[in-house]
């Protein structure tokens, strides 16, 4: 099994992804590590087949976007939509993540040291994503299926317009978004966030988080249609 | 003897402009249900469009082409711009996105086999690609939508381009929504929702907003395919110029317009008939901003939203487009609203059923609810068996083998070796809206509205 390391401030991004759909697949790389990422966009997007991608440094927009079976670690910040719409795997963000974090992720894992920003787990559709801080406003909005662990804070209107997406929330919530509620804790809540913290590294007591899902009220649309007055 | 029955009895038959009855109708539904209409299909009322036009063809001044023996060309390509496998189509007449969800798995393959056998494009819509439209179709376009329903990193790499869809031009601004009725086990499992909910999807894309970070949008699908596959950017046709130029800016290989008469599969009547400007205007403006940024060639144009004959097609290359899209066209030749549906070879009425749905054949447009008689726009196990892709693919051939012949007639008509050599020179408008949108000259003058002055 090979390491691979590209040079961003040598090698252009189109050959490293390029490496990492073709060469990659054949099975005899184990780990490619990407230096001097100075933030660039789109680093590792698109990862079919479990290689570990390692990124020394900030990345910019969409790092680990659609990744499936592939494993990304970023030793530093990621910029918007980092592992969006992410299938199976995991990306870890050892910093801060911006906006949209882990949007739309259908699968795998998203773990995030520090905060994320606004729209944290937008449109989520069966993803994890377990946050070590705090998450800003709109997070989870419309999340349909998967779940959120945030150990920090949330922002204004918490998992807005929440489909069947559960979260868990240890801190303060600023507001709940519409439809949304605090339901009990029960003994596979506390499973479940016992599971995520232990696979994200991050050590809190289950029983301090509080749980969030959908009302479904808002399922339907409007329960009045079709009543004559 | 006089008697009352005899004096003059005055009923006033004054209809209001203002308050006319489908207006009554409007309030007295609206006071009934506290909520808006929504249905299917495109803007009913009367707008300037591509009837307004017509060709001048060839006389002393040019010469026109044999109608049978003289060749002419049409083929498309479109990607040119950025992508390493251009999409290259026989015709320049595409299958515009239409979701599984609003049409049946049956619709989905009917689409396919009649674009591959025509070298044609079809579109996945908003709730991911299906088996049956990924291998009947030769060239499948796949959207990338504000919903993000079923989107996978595998239908992105088994597609033969991406369209990122910003807006429809039935609903600039509005997310897709797909009734309760429609969103079958099936449905609700590609769009990972419950089973049965009114389903209503974001506006907005998740992971980015404006041009700029469509920019970087764009590249990662470039980076994720490779730099193979085309992108097109869609939009609904309101402030047509600038979008157009920013999604130039942003990166985009052939942009996709799509006006207000744009069909759709349930929309609120109010955004289908109020918000967005004509396809007519829509083009020119479009038009308009790739020869301002001299992409005119570069960045390919698809023009949608009220083009149902082969006319309409011509004008709308003519106008400057590289190709068409069409959505309600298709419906209709697979049976939209038609008295009659074929089962077992047999044409069998389904008058019935338009009337359960507070309807008749010619006037229908309730896709939204699931009901369609004809079985297109449904998720029902029974009604889609009125649909048979077999029957529903050979009418789409017929249709689009009728819309290619009227194009490439009118074509040598006008003296054109190849349909995309047809020009605004070959146009003149009837209508002084017409002429003002188009900014062609009025029919037998050189008044073109708001040029020169006046
Ligand atoms: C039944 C139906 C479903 C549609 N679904 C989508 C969709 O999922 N995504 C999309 O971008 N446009 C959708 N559209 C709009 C079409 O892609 C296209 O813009 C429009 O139909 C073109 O105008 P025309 O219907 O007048 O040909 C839909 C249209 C119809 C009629
Ligand atoms: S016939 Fe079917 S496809 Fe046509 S408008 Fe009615 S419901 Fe829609």
Known sequence: MERMIFDLAKTPLRALNQFLHHDAKTGSIEKVVVLNPDGAHNIAVGLDCPVEVEVRGHAGYYAGGMNKTGSVIIHGSAGTGVAENMMSGKVHVKGFASNGAGASAHGGLLVIDGDAGLRCGISLKGGDIVVGGSVGSFSAFMAQAGRMVICGDAGDALGDSLYEAVLYVRGKIKSLGADTRIEPMSEADLAAVADLLAQAGIEHAPNEFKRIASRRELYHWNADANQEY | ?454
Request: proline residues 4%.
């Open chain 2, 1 to 454: 003897m006089e008697t009352k029955s005899e004096q003059f009895k005055h009923i006033s038959r004054e209809e209001s402009a203002g308050y006319d009855r489908k207006t009554l109708d409007y309030i007295r539904n609206a006071a009934a249900h506290g909520l808006y209409e929504i249905r299917g299909l495109g803007a009913k009322r009367k707008l300037p469009n591509f009837d307004d036009l017509v060709f001048l063809g060839a006389s002393l001044s040019r010469y026109p082409l044999e109608g049978y023996r003289e060749k002419c060309v049409t083929k498309t390509l479109l990607g040119t711009r950025f992508a390493k496998k251009p999409i290259e189509l026989e015709i320049p007449i595409t299958i515009a996105g239409m979701s599984f969800g609003s049409l049946s798995a049956h619709v989905k393959e009917s689409l396919g086999r009649a674009a591959s056998e025509l070298g044609t494009s079809t579109t996945t819509g908003d709730g991911g690609m299906t088996q049956e439209e990924r291998r009947s179709s030769k060239t499948l376009v796949y959207q990338c939508l504000p919903s993000r329903y079923g989107f996978n990193p595998d239908d992105v790499r088994r597609a033969d381009a991406i369209e990122v869809v910003i807006g429809q031009g039935a609903k600039p601004g509005g997310g897709g929504m797909l009734l309760g009725q429609k969103v079958s086990p099936r449905v609700a499992k590609m769009r990972t929702l419950p089973e049965g909910i009114d389903q209503r999807s974001a506006c907005r894309h998740p992971d980015w907003t404006g041009p700029d970070d469509l920019a970087i949008k764009i590249q990662e699908l470039r980076e994720m395919t490779d730099w193979e596959k085309p992108i097109y950017v869609k939009v609904g046709a309101t402030r047509t110029f600038h979008d157009v130029k920013l999604a130039v800016h942003s990166g985009a290989d052939v942009i996709v317009v799509d006006g207000m008469q744009g069909g759709t599969a349930a929309t609120q009547t109010c955004f289908i008939e109020h918000i967005g400007i004509p396809t007519l205007a829509a083009v020119r403006q479009a038009v308009d901003a790739l020869e301002d940024l001299n992409m005119k060639g570069t960045v390919q144009l698809i023009v949608s939203g009220g083009i149902r004959t082969g006319a309409d097609v011509a004008k709308a290359l003519a106008m400057g487009a590289d190709a068409v899209a069409i959505g309600q066209g298709m419906l209709v030749a697979l049976g939209c609203n038609s008295e009659s549906y074929i089962q077992n070879g047999q044409h069998l009425s389904a008058e019935a059923d338009y009337a359960a749905l507070g309807t008749a054949p010619g006037f229908c447009h309730h896709c939204h609810t699931g009901k369609c008689p004809v079985g297109i726009t449904t998720q029902d196990a029974i009604l889609e068996q009125r649909l048979q892709p077999e029957i529903g693919a050979k009418r789409l051939r017929n249709y689009l083998k009728t819309l290619n012949m009227e194009l490439t007639t009118i074509a040598r008509a006008c003296g054109k070796q190849n349909v995309h050599h047809l020009e605004r020179e070959d146009l003149v408008a009837l209508t002084i809206e017409a002429a003002a949108m188009a900014r062609l000259p009025l029919a037998g003058t050189d008044w073109v509205p708001g040029m020169a002055g006046y």
